[in-house]
T-cell receptor, first 112, second 116 residues
Framework: DAKTTQPPSMDCAEGRAANLPCNHS???????VYWYRQIHSQGPQYIIH???NNETNEMASLIITEDRKSSTLILPHATLRDTAVYYC?????????????FGKGITLSVRP | GAVVSQHPSRVICKSGTSVKIECRSL??????MFWYRQFPKQSLMLMAT?????????EQGVEKDKFLINHASLTLSTLTVTSAHPEDSSFYIC????????????FGDGTRLSIL
C-alpha cells in the first residue's frame, strides 16, 4: 500500500521554482522521507532525504512540516532537464525493511 | 560518477531464450541489492531483495524459478530471466544500498528487455 500521496502532475516555467508537495500522514517515527526522480528510460536518481529537519543540497531543498505529515521538494530554478517523474517515498533507514516502495509519483513538466 | 553499473542496457532476443542481467556496485560493498521491474507507463515494482551469500527474498507473485538471482560477491548481483516470453518484456532496474547506515539507494540505468 502506498504510504504517500502526490498530485499526478504539475508544470512550471523554466527558471522558476518548482514546489512539489507530498502527503505522508501515517509516517512512523523511524521513517525518513526520500525523494527520487526518473527521467524517461533511465533509472531513478536520488535527490534528497530527511527525517524531520529541513534539508538542502546542490539539487534541491526538502521542507518537512513540524508534524511530519507532509513535505515539499523545492527545485529552486527549474530547467528543461528537470522534466521527470518525481517520487516521494517513506522508508525505514536500514535493515530488512529498508526497501523502497514506489507510488505513481508526480510528473513535472518544465516549460520554456 | 556512477555508483551502479548495469549491463546490458538493452537486449532483444527470441522467445525461450534465457537472459542474464548484471548489476555492479562501483563505490562500496553492497550487502543488499534490489531488483525492480517497470512496465510502460507504470511505476517501479520491487521483484526481489538480493543478499550477498544467501538466497534472495522474492516479492509476492514473483516466480523465483523464473527470475534467478545470484549475489555471489559484495559488488555483483545477477538476474537471469529464464525461458523468457513476450510478457517478460520490461525495463529491469537494480539498486544497491550500503547497509552500514542511513544511506540512500542508488539505481542502475536499467536494462530494456524485449522478447520477440
Amino acid at each position: 500500500d502506498a504510504k504517500t500521496t502526490q498530485p499526478p502532475s504539475m508544470d512550471c516555467a523554466e527558471g522558476r521554482a518548482a514546489n512539489l508537495p507530498c502527503n505522508h500522514s501515517t509516517i512512523s517515527g523511524n521513517e525518513y522521507v526520500y525523494w527520487y526522480r526518473q527521467i524517461h528510460s533511465q533509472g531513478p536518481q536520488y535527490i534528497i532525504h530527511g527525517l524531520k529537519n529541513n534539508e538542502t543540497n546542490e539539487m534541491a531543498s526538502l521542507i518537512i512540516t513540524e508534524d511530519r505529515k507532509s513535505s515539499t521538494l523545492i527545485l529552486p530554478h527549474a530547467t528543461l532537464r528537470d522534466t521527470a517523474v518525481y517520487y516521494c517515498i517513506v522508508r525505514v533507514a536500514t535493515g530488512a525493511n529498508s526497501k523502497l516502495t514506489f507510488g505513481k509519483g508526480i510528473t513535472l513538466s518544465v516549460r520554456p | 560518477g556512477a555508483v551502479v553499473s548495469q549491463h546490458p542496457s538493452r537486449v532483444i532476443c527470441k522467445s525461450g531464450t534465457s537472459v542474464k542481467i548484471e548489476c555492479r556496485s562501483l563505490d562500496f560493498q553492497a550487502t543488499t541489492m534490489f531488483w525492480y521491474r517497470q512496465f510502460p507507463k507504470q511505476s517501479l515494482m520491487l521483484m526481489a531483495t538480493s543478499n550477498e551469500g544467501s538466497k534472495a527474498t522474492y516479492e509476492q507473485g514473483v516466480e523465483k524459478d523464473k527470475f534467478l538471482i545470484n549475489h555471489a560477491s559484495l559488488t555483483l548481483s545477477t538476474l537471469t530471466v529464464t525461458s523468457a516470453h513476450p510478457e517478460d518484456s520490461s525495463f529491469y532496474i537494480c539498486s544497491v544500498v550500503d547497509g552500514t547506515g542511513n544511506q540512500p539507494q542508488h539505481f542502475g540505468d536499467g536494462t530494456r528487455l524485449s522478447i520477440l
